[in-house]
């Protein structure tokens, strides 16, 4: 990541004035993709920007990402809410919900920081949420999930104790969750 995060600030400084629209283009590329974690560009527009900056960049790069990205897998991939995997007891949940219990559903799966960004829309987009219900939840979500990614990206750039605190807790969270995966037949 540290490789990746320092080439896009080499390429934010370096265009100035425009480096708010590559960022958020970045992040729209990111969207789209649907498997590639934003943390890196988080980590760069916080570098680059500034704490408050940074989080308003990434915020809004996530933002229209996220509608790029469900206008898209809405156009191409409406014929994916019958793949087989689309039957897990959640996801076919969120595929059924229209309304406030859409609304309910994408807000929470967005406020989780680390929750993969491409799942939530992909699922959201092939089924019967509609572009504004999901705008609105979606962009409403990711204001705390970037707070918490932003933050904590911050503490462990400036390496504070609350950084050490963040790799620490996060560590141990990633070591749990291996033990699990290992001990389930």
Known sequence: MTVLKDTVIDW?????????????????VISVLGIVPSVFLTAANLAVFGLW?????????????AVV???LYRKGFRKAAEWK???H????QLLEAKGKEAFMLILALRILPFMPSGVVTFVAAVGKSSLLLFVLASSIGKIPAILIEGYSVYQLIQWTWEGKLVAT????????WCWKKLRTP
């Open 69 to 71: 990205s469900f206008v």
């Open 12 to 28: 934010l400084v370096s265009y100035g004035q425009v480096a708010v629209i590559i960022s958020i283009y970045l992040n729209v």
């Open 89 to 92: 007891p959640k996801i076919k």
């Open 169 to 176: 807790v996060m560590a141990v969270l990633l070591l749990l």
């Open 53 to 65: 900056p940074g989080m308003a960049v990434s915020l809004a790069g996530e933002a229209i990402g």
């Open 85 to 87: 995997a689309m039957h």
